[in-house]
């Protein structure tokens, strides 16, 4: 790379990093793997610069190397837990906090379904909710036809949806399975709470 080409990829970083981390942290929801992410995806875009910086959108171009490193990242992990993450775990985190605002709850609620969504369909989400994209940018940003992004928003938002509906069932059955005699099983639900936060 030029020195022409470094001061142009550090002015435009300059300009944006902030934006791009927030990015980040609503495609990964975790500050250090959403730095992870984006130091990865930075690191992509640096090396093809003198390519890139004639692209159309280079802001569109990095968001999307920053959902496939996410999703890289994801497939890595899903193979070394070997289990799936339970609803059970988030219900109890957003039930211990239900006595603070319903806004509070509700974003959490959001923020727990969106974890169960597939990379695809959260970056179609955060990218329309977000950002404020229509879905044809939506398309064009991650490179897919736009009746697959028309797809993903569709089944992200049902499940979301449904997940949001699901939460306080559980609530109820947890409490129903809860006698005041049974004080063994609090604990142990008290130690799992515990552990979880």
Known sequence: MNSRDQVEF?????EKQSA???????????????????QEALADVYKRWSKIREHENPDAYLMRVMVSKHADM?????????EKETSWDLAENIRDIADQTDDVT???????ALKTLSAAQRAVLVLIYEHGMVLREVAQVLEIPMGTA?????RGKAAVAAYIELVPELEKSAKKEISDSDKETRVLLAEVVDNNE
Do not use: G, P, Y
Request: hydrophobic letters at 50%; glycine letters at 0%.
């Open 10 to 14: 550090t002015l435009w970083l300059r």
């Open 106 to 112: 509700q974003r959490l609620l959001v923020q727990a």
């Open 150 to 154: 028309a797809s993903h928003l569709a």
């Open 74 to 82: 994801r497939r890595k992990w899903l193979r070394k837990q070997q």
């Open 20 to 38: 791009f981390l927030r990015a980040a942290r609503v495609i990964c929801f975790d500050t250090q793997n959403a730095e992870d992410v984006l």
